[in-house]
């Protein structure tokens, strides 16, 4: 079966739309429940599934952010990246190789189609951000700052927030800067280096996390460890967004050792993301109902 966001668009709405009696009662249980952040997921959840209608100035931001993705999938740059992380679900790489990185020839078309996040969930993120107004949002993994885009288009329309994004590779900081700078998102900062250098220094000086989105080395042992690295700087209410999660395995495997620790809180599955509402009681099966988003 394909992953649900390799899905063709309109299949993927097809599917949303016939399985909307069962993702209605997980909203409901969403609706139900006393955390507000989980409330707000909810709501945020429900908007995408019915295909809600945007105001004016959120139509003008996500065109704006369509409209850069489509400037990069016809850019006919190419250069050397250094590839970190698990490379895909079927490479074998060791620790040493994701942590290293590995140069390739890369063209900037290529990963805006295999990197970025597809229209439906940076629109996703989107929504969430909207509902949940967090104030400070950290990223692993900018790539060509498709979610980042989403993520400071939202903020800028709550009127508060600021988000913070970390890519390993130059060239492609250097290149989702510029994106951003072009959309106006000039205090959206793109920060340089692999996850694990940067970190240290970054968590020392920002203030609590509100809203994470984990988004990079997609593997079983890292995935862990950045939650782990990250929860003691999460404020009491985070919300952690972690993509991927049937990606590969392990990745599978994370979430599910995620689903049963008691620090993640709230879980709840989209199917291509895991969600842990951190500080909301966490309630019933370990492993959550999974929606059928698409
Ligand atoms: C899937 S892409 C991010 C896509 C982006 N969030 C979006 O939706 O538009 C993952 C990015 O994380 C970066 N990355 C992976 N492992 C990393 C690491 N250990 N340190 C720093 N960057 C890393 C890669 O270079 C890649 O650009």
Redesign the pocket.
Known sequence: MPMPHLLSPFTAWVRRQSSLPRNKRILDALDRSDAPAVKAIGQAVRQRLTDAQWTAEEEARIRAVENYRARLLASTETFE?V???AHGPDADRNRNE??TGIRVGRSVAALAKG???PPFW?QCMFSLVRALRPGLCL??????????SYQSAALKLNGKGRLIS????PS?ARIATAGLKEQGYTETEVRC????DVLPTLLRECGPLDFI?I???HDHEATKEYFDMLLPHMAPNAVVIF?DIRWSPGMFKAWEELCSDPRTGYVIDLGRWGLACIGAKKVGPAMPEKFELG
Not at 139 to 148: D, P, R, V, W, Y
């Open positions: 990246v590839d970190y992380g994701m942590e990197a970025a996040s940076g990223e692993l993994g900018t790539s060509l700052g498709i979610s980042a970390i890519e390993g590779d492609i280096g692999r996850f694990m989105f988004d990079g080395h993509d």
